[in-house]
């Protein structure tokens, strides 16, 4: 296979510019016994996987979200006056709704391992959603995280620390960074994949098989 065709394959095209966020995600280039690439991206096109993730992405970001203060009394009440109140409860940044906030970081969570988000400027912007695939995740001597992040515009790299971001983390083996679950289960979502394809390109046959048996006489209804 050339170099063309293998770039054909793993969908990288020519029409994203070198700033895109296509450059920035996970490319398919997991390879499987099943020979689908699974990643992320290629793992969502899989209608089981889609499903999961909807669910639970639309589902957790549909439940509510308050902030409590601890009364005196050791009860607790809405705090309606807090600053942070209305970001948290109704609009954590200037561009989405708390829905579509929990649920990119739930969505990012579950296929990538851990959502994150930018509040180091939380007062004056809100809470700034960050691709996981634009973080490094690295802990210091003094065992604290620090957050290595490439901008957008693929701009030099600003660090974060841990009082400055917030991380949802999926299961980890070193407490630090998550687990992708798509990178887990990689070769069951490549089976299911492989095998939509392939219903796929049956059907788009017309359904009929590519081998074709041929004899140079003709069969009597015994040889048939």
Not at 34 to 41: I, N, R, T, W, Y
Not at 130 to 156: F, K, S
């Amino acid at each position: 296979m050339g170099l063309m065709s293998r770039v054909e394959r793993a969908g990288l095209r020519a029409d994203h510019g070198p700033a895109d966020d296509y450059w920035y995600t996970s490319r398919p280039d997991v390879a499987t016994h099943a020979g689908f690439p699974v990643s992320p991206d290629t793992a969502m096109r899989v209608s089981a996987v889609l499903a999961c993730v909807e669910v639970l992405a639309v589902t957790l970001a549909s439940l509510p979200l308050h902030l409590y203060r601890r009364r005196s009394d050791g009860g607790k009440e809405r705090a309606t006056d807090h600053w942070l109140y209305p970001i948290i409860n109704r609009r954590p940044n200037t561009w989405q709704t708390r829905f579509e906030f929990i649920e990119y970081l739930v969505r990012n969570l579950f296929l990538r391992g851990g959502g994150y988000a930018d509040t180091k400027a939380i007062r004056v912007q809100g809470m700034i959603p960050v691709h996981p695939d634009r973080v490094t995740v690295e802990q210091l001597a003094t065992y604290r995280l620090r957050y290595q992040i490439t901008p957008m515009d693929g701009g030099l790299k600003y660090s974060r620390s841990q009082d400055e971001m917030l991380h949802i983390r999926d299961t980890s083996e070193d407490a630090i960074t998550g687990l992708s679950r798509t990178y887990l289960a990689r070769e069951a979502i490549a089976v299911a994949g492989a095998g939509e394809a392939y219903a796929g390109r049956f059907l788009r046959n017309d359904m009929s098989g590519r081998v074709v048996l041929s004899h140079p006489n003709k069969l009597d209804e015994k040889t048939r």
